[in-house]
């Protein structure tokens, strides 16, 4: 057999593996005479056969010039720099009186020498080919499918087809939600069936594509996570107030961030004109446009008010989010937390009462904060909660003689009780509306002025709350004044048969409103402003009944210190002018810190002599 080696050492050169295939068939045409048989004997292999038989690790290649689709043919390199076309063969050898071990490893190891420097110049004719198995993670041939026209992220996150809420992905192709990504998914069987591939976890906030299943990894989809969830640094939240650039959305149109209409499902317009006022609100803004101010909030097991806060902070990041993809945005997860929360007081198809949704509202969100009577407790204490003390005394029987009178007003029940309450909002009274036509057959629409509707609480003004047992005076003196003041326009009124409305309007102005004059002297020296600019205006339009009249709000854009009309979708510039003429309902002012009061700090005993104008009028018309 050695000397069968060294006779084909030139076939070991241009071909190791017809070198080994030789051998081989030698050993087994030894194997068939029974004498070699006997005298067979199993050796060690050599150290060039274990180099061709040890599996080496999987590294593909393929001639350049082959086509890629021949990949799955290529076998393993071996060291010589040959690729082998078949698997690799144990090769059994056996130890001859002829032959001499030590003399074939010296043999075979020097064709292997021989043949290495071909193999060297072999390496230039083949490249890598792509493993099937590597990453496409971040080269993914269907990301030009995304269509951003199509992506809402405002509605509530329920699979299209299941209506789940669990593990619910959105399609970037068509917009729908569809739940999981399993072969027996929703989300797998659109992707088969549409050829949409390009899902994303709306909970996890991953991309993926199916039905190949992997996920995308690609700093272009990075916008449609920021319209996804909106996040606000410090910086930026403190340049809001200042700022009057335009953003453009993806459709071309430009909006103000803030000023963006709501969409109108159905008859929820009295809770848009809300939102979008308090979303105007700087201090309850800021707080809400960072998460980390209420995520870490702790509520008891399965509440759910604390829904409320959560939607509420997702609505106003989407309202001032500046990379919007449309300039609209839908409540519909704010408004279907707010009819789950209210046990269905508030729904989306009936229209309600303002002042009633927003009274419920900012206590909702007090409540599910962990408020408490602290003024400071939570932030909607801090920015809307003031003071107020009432002093309530019984009305004496008009049929009794007046020495019975005078027993009476000695007793505990009919002396004059004070309480100090905390108040939300204050509500003003405006006078009855004329009941007949004047001389030219016309209605005369009633004007009030804004000041004198606040003479009901300078603290001597006193009106009687009449109950179905007795009737009582009250009046009023506020004690503090909060950062925003909101008033509340008595429009409606109820009797056994029809509810009717006021059309009175109010003269206001909406600069420096001075409310100190309201302020009881000690109190008034403790303030260190007292004086006010109206920020928000809500006002009903049309019949007092439910469904008949329409709501739209003025809001203030303080960064270009213009005025905006909202109703609904609609949103236009009005002039500061035409704001008074409109029949407002409520009413939101902000407290200017640069107007100092100018009786602070002085002793009030010094002021007790004087008395406000408004209170002298008051006190007057009371007696």
């Not at 004997?41 to 021949?70: F, M, Y």
């Not at 390496?123 to 493993?131: G, K, L, T």
């Not at 990379?323 to 209210?342: D, G, I, T």
Request: proline letters at 6%; aromatic letters at 8%; hydrophobic letters at 30%.
């Amino acid at each position: 057999m050695a000397e069968n080696v060294e006779s084909n050492d030139h076939d070991t050169q241009d071909n190791p593996m017809r070198s080994i295939l030789k051998r081989r068939k030698k050993e087994e045409e030894s194997e068939e005479n029974p004498v070699k048989s006997v005298l067979k004997k199993p050796r060690t292999l050599s150290q060039d056969d274990k180099e061709v038989t040890t599996p080496q690790p999987r590294s593909i290649l393929r001639k350049k010039s082959d086509n890629a689709n021949e990949n799955s043919k290529v076998t393993p390199k071996v060291e010589t720099g040959e690729t082998v076309k078949t698997s690799p063969v144990k090769i059994k050898t056996e130890r001859t009186s002829d032959s001499s071990p030590p003399k074939k490893a010296s043999e075979e190891t020097r064709s292997s020498k021989a043949a290495a420097p071909k193999a060297a110049d072999d390496d230039d004719d083949y490249e890598a080919v792509q493993d099937p198995k590597v990453d496409r993670s971040r080269s993914c041939p269907y990301l030009d499918t995304i269509n951003r026209s199509v992506l809402d992220f405002d509605f509530e996150k329920l699979c299209s087809v299941s209506l789940s809420h669990i593990n619910v992905y959105a399609c970037l192709v068509c917009g729908k939600y569809f739940q999981g990504r399993g072969k027996l998914s929703h989300a797998y069987t659109h992707s088969v069936l549409d050829s949409h591939h390009v899902f994303l976890n709306l909970l996890t906030q991953k991309f993926y594509c199916l039905p190949d299943n992997y996920q995308i990894i690609d700093s272009s989809l990075d916008d449609i996570i920021y319209v996804l969830n909106p996040t606000f640094s410090n910086e930026h939240i403190a340049s809001l107030d200042s700022s009057s650039k335009l953003s453009r959305a993806y459709d071309g149109t430009t909006y103000l961030p803030g000023i963006v209409g709501l969409n109108n499902i159905k008859e929820n317009d009295y809770c848009n004109v809300i939102l979008q006022a308090l979303s105007h609100v700087t201090p309850l803004r800021n707080f809400f446009l960072q998460e980390d101010n209420y995520k870490k909030i702790k509520r008891p097991p399965g509440d759910q008010m604390f829904l409320t806060v959560q939607r509420f902070g997702e609505l106003l990041r989407k309202l001032w989010n500046p990379r919007n993809f449309k300039a609209h945005v839908s409540p519909h997860e704010m408004l279907q937390a707010v009819v789950l929360c209210s046990k269905k007081k508030f729904q989306i198809t009936e229209q309600g009462d303002a002042l009633e949704f927003m009274s419920w509202f900012l206590n909702a969100l007090h409540l599910a904060m962990n408020g408490t009577k602290k003024l400071n407790s939570t932030i909607v204490n801090k920015t809307f909660r003031g003071k107020m003390r009432v002093y309530t005394r019984k009305v004496l029987p008009i049929d009794l003689k007046e020495e019975e009178k005078e027993k009476l007003l000695l007793t505990d029940e009919y002396l004059e009780h004070a309480e100090e309450i905390p108040w939300l909002y204050l509500t003003c009274d405006l006078p009855p509306p004329p009941l007949y036509p004047d001389e030219l057959q016309e209605n005369i629409i009633p004007q009030v002025p804004f000041a004198s509707l606040l003479t009901k609480f300078n603290g001597v003004s006193e009106k009687e709350y009449k109950t179905h047992k007795d009737s009582q005076l009250k009046r009023f003196q506020i004690t503090r004044l909060p950062n925003f003041l909101i008033i509340f326009i008595k429009r409606f009124t109820k009797n056994y048969f029809i509810k009717e409305k006021n059309p009175t309007i109010v003269n206001f102005p909406i600069k420096n409103i001075d409310f100190g004059d309201l302020l009881a002297p000690e109190h008034r020296v403790l303030h260190r402003n007292t004086t006010y600019d109206l920020m928000a205006n809500i006002v009903h339009d049309g019949e007092p009944e439910r469904g008949k009249g329409t709501y739209r709000v003025h809001v203030l854009h303080k960064g270009t210190q213009k005025w905006y009309e909202m109703q609904d979708l609609h949103v236009t510039d009005i002039l500061p002018q035409m704001i008074p003429l409109s029949e407002s309902y409520i009413q939101i002012f902000e407290l200017r810190k640069d107007i100092p009061n100018p009786v602070y700090g002085k002793d009030p005993v010094e002021l007790s002599g004087t008395l406000p104008e408004s209170m002298e009028v008051g006190k007057t018309a009371d007696t």
